[in-house]
Every structure is written in C-alpha cells, then in structure tokens.
C-alpha cells in the first residue's frame, strides 16, 4: 500500500529495484512501448541525471565512501524528485524510475554489515531517504549473484562490487521485499519476459490509465 504522501497526486510512481545486472534499465527502456494505449504521458526517472553525475560514476564512484555516497547518492535523486519526478505526478502522468531510494537502503545496509561505521548507521541512512515519496508499485527485478556476474562477463563488463556484498544486497532487497508495495519478479528471463509481466501488472494495478 501507498504512503499517504503518495495517494495525494493525481499521478501515479512505479520503481524499479534490484541488484547490479539485474536488467532495471533494459525493462524501464521499453516499458513505455510496451504501455500503449496509456491515456497519461509516461515520465522516465532514473540516477545519475543531475550536475552531480560525475561525481558518483566510474571510477570517481570507487573513491567514495559510503559516508560520501549517502549524500551524493540522496543529493542526486533530490534533484530529480524535485526537478522531474513530482511534476509529473502533480500533472497526472505515470512515473517510472530507474533505482530509486531503496537501493541506497539495501547496498548501504550491506556496507554496513560488512564494515560497521563510526559515522552513520541504517537509521541514519534512512532518514536521508525519508522525504522521498514511497511508490505505488515496487517492481524487484531480483537475480541471483551467480547470474550478475555471468551477465557481467558476457558483456565484459567491469565488477564494482565483490560477490559476498553483492548477496547481502540481495538479502536487503528481500528485506524491503516484505512491504505491501512491493512485487519480486524473475529477473533471470530475458528482458522482453521480464517486461511483459511488469507492463501487465502496471496495467492490472492502474486501471484508471487504460480504459
């Protein structure tokens, strides 16, 4: 169920979780294709579109800290929220973005696990996150490890992140998982299989958008 913060837009928000590889970016690609007939303009949000960019991507990521990343990552997403994503919902229109606030819950709740801060702690991190509209819909995109890195090297990708981090993440998105708002989806099919389901629960969840 929808934060009541939520509920007050005309519009609707749909996110997209999971972890590295898991195919967020492919399925929210085609999503808008695969959403004909939708009586409301489509907006797509995702990370990295503010001057920010930079800062968080590549090897520029490698050097900060997850002290650093919390706000990085959080100041990112504001301008996009702020900038694109609530428009759009004042309007009416169906928003769908890319990796939104939970994956700085699940990948610092890993952080975390693996190596305890003097800094900050999960409670901090999510009140970082706390002004951020909760979705309507929170599609996990969920692979296992073993298929991020198979599809990392098929396609010669560089790993960011070591396997054993990679599976608490997994295990954080799990966590998350258990929220009335949420739906886990299969994402070891390929991404027309994948998008196919989301595109049809979208529908199903949104009627109002498609009569």
Known sequence: ??????????????AFEGIDRAGKSSVVKVMPDLLTGCRVPIKVCAE??????????????KNRSPFQK????AADRAWTYESECLPALERGELVLWDRYKDSAIAYRAADLSLRPSDLFDL????????????????????ITVEVS???AEKNNLKEQYDPDLLERVRLEYHKLAS????AIVDGARSTEAVAEQIAKEIRTGFPQFFK
């Open 70 to 73: 919390i706000f990085l990552f």
């Open 48 to 61: 990295y579109k503010s001057p920010l960019r930079e800062l968080i991507v590549g090897d520029a990521l």
């Open 1 to 14: 169920m929808s934060s009541e913060k939520t509920m007050k837009y005309p519009g609707k928000f749909v």
């Open 149 to 151: 890195q198979e599809r």
């Open 179 to 182: 929220a009335p708002e949420y």
């Open 123 to 142: 409670d901090f991190v999510k009140a970082i996150n706390l002004p951020f509209l909760t979705p309507n819909k929170t599609f996990l995109i969920d």
